[in-house]
T-cell receptor, first 116, second 112 residues
Framework: GAGVSQSPSNKVTEKGKDVELRCDPI?????LYWYRQSLGQGLEFLIYFQGNSAPDKSGLPSDRFSAERTGGSVSTLTIQRTQQEDSAVYLC??????????????FGSGTRLTVV | KQEVTQIPAALSVPEGENLVLNCSFTDSAIYNLQWFRQDPGKGLTSLLLIQSSQREQTSGRLNASLDKSSGRSTLYIAASQPGDSATYLC???????????FGKGTKLSVKP
């Protein structure tokens, strides 16, 4: 597609439920990133996929968070047993390549998650 | 560990003023630096990308400079307009990491 697409744009869930957030990167972009932006905070790196390499999960805040990227394209971020502190905007970005390259990122519009 | 700082945190100017937003980073070993704009409740829009070998990039009324050795970048906005009101984020892509490291942003308000 023309840009990075994220769905849903808004999600309200009850505390303790699981949620899945989806990201469709730009076609041909091999690198995909998830970030989280909490109210009044900066962007927090969560996880990074580059081609078929093992993902860099160093930013995931707890084992309730996981992500997959199927077929080197679409990615799903899953949050299990959601807590109120998980409320944030989750942003996905893609890039032509990862480490060692000089390409810029393109971000999606984000998913606003509210845990009640 | 790379850290990115943006000063000021907030800025309010009258329409028509030229202004400068500042960004500094602690590790000069970067591949590139990117400036983004974020409108309330929206995602990030890329404004300018400066490669580590470049000194500046220009797009319309925007000019971004990079001094890698001193760990600084500036975003210059000429003839500011109310539509420029947004949060401006600076981010660097480091040599040992694939991900961008962001500053906390400068919230700009341009008053008509």
């Amino acid at each position: 597609g023309a840009g990075v697409s994220q769905s849903p744009s808004n999600k309200v869930t009850e505390k303790g439920k699981d949620v899945e957030l989806r990201c469709d990167p730009i076609s041909g972009h091999t690198a995909l990133y998830w970030y989280r932006q909490s109210l009044g905070q900066g962007l927090e790196f969560l996880i990074y996929f580059q081609g078929n390499s093992a993902p860099d999960k160093s930013g995931l805040p707890s084992d309730r968070f996981s992500a997959e990227r199927t077929g080197g394209s679409v990615s799903t971020l899953t949050i299990q047993r959601t807590q109120q502190e998980d409320s944030a905007v989750y942003l996905c970005a893609s890039s032509l390549a990862g480490t060692g390259a000089s390409y810029g990122y393109t971000f999606g519009s984000g998913t606003r998650l509210t845990v009640v | 560990k790379q850290e990115v700082t943006q000063i000021p945190a907030a800025l309010s100017v009258p329409e028509g003023e030229n202004l400068v937003l500042n960004c500094s980073f602690t590790d000069s070993a970067i591949y590139n630096l990117q400036w983004f704009r974020q409108d309330p409740g929206k995602g990030l829009t890329s404004l300018l990308l400066i490669q580590s070998s470049q000194r500046e990039q220009t797009s319309g009324r925007l000019n971004a400079s990079l001094d890698k050795s001193s760990g600084r970048s500036t975003l210059y906005i000429a003839a500011s307009q109310p539509g420029d009101s947004a949060t401006y984020l600076c981010a660097v892509r480091g040599g040992s990491q694939g991900n961008l490291i962001f500053g906390k942003g400068t919230k700009l308000s341009v008053k008509p």
